[in-house]
């Protein structure tokens, strides 16, 4: 049964809403409704991420059904590790694209919870930096040297100079972190635990 606060964190007035298969993980996890606001706002910012990307690099091959998915399941292993939504830890990564996996989402869907941290990493694709890059711009912190990576990916496609491809990135990135008080406020609003405070 879903506690009013995560049903409240899922439906509010906010970001985005996630895509229904998400939200019924969630759902079906009983998860801690600062979760699911949190997954709210990084799945908001990598949907206008997708969507810069596809309007000012329509060349780049995006699966954005994909990195949608992704950004909105990204944490989700913190269901099953419910200190790291509030201290470090790492576990969530591993812990959520297992429970993904086990209950049948795809691989192609399903690599963001494992990858979403390691995007340094090989074997990392333009999804995974779009999605590591949502999980710290929906903030306003800013990784200089995941956002160099996405530009060269970014410059090889598209033929720009990299310091073009960089502006027009930085540009999107500061009008996306000048948001970051709202998200944060979002996600504050509703508790850590899953016992609904409302």
Not at 10 to 15: A, K, V, Y
Not at 35 to 49: G, K, M, N, S, T
Not at 63 to 90: C, N, Q, R, S
Not at 143 to 161: F, H, I, M, N, T
Request: aromatic share 4%; glycine share 8%; with cysteine.
């Amino acid at each position: 049964m879903t506690s009013d606060g995560l049903r409240r964190a899922l439906t509010d007035p906010g970001p985005r809403p996630l895509p229904e298969r998400a939200a019924r993980l969630l759902e079906d996890l009983g998860a801690p409704p600062r979760l699911a606001a949190h997954l709210r706002a990084v799945h908001d910012v990598a949907a206008e991420l997708v969507a810069w990307a596809a309007d000012r690099h329509p060349a780049l091959a995006v699966d954005a059904e994909a990195v949608l998915f992704g950004a909105a399941t990204h944490d989700i292993g913190k269901a099953l590790h419910p200190a790291e939504l509030t201290g470090p830890g790492a576990e969530h990564e591993r812990a959520g694209h297992a429970l993904l996996r086990e209950r049948g989402v795809e691989e192609r869907l399903a690599r963001f919870a494992r990858t979403h941290a390691s995007w340094d990493g090989p074997d990392i694709g333009v999804g995974d930096l779009l999605v590591s890059l949502a999980d710290n711009v929906w903030k306003a912190k800013r990784v200089p040297d995941l956002e160099q990576r996405l530009v060269d990916v970014l410059a090889a496609v598209s033929g720009q100079e990299k310091w073009q491809v960089f502006m027009d990135l930085d540009d999107v990135c500061d009008r996306l972190a000048a948001g970051a008080d709202r998200r944060l406020a979002f996600q504050s609003a509703y508790p850590a635990g899953t016992e609904s405070t409302a």
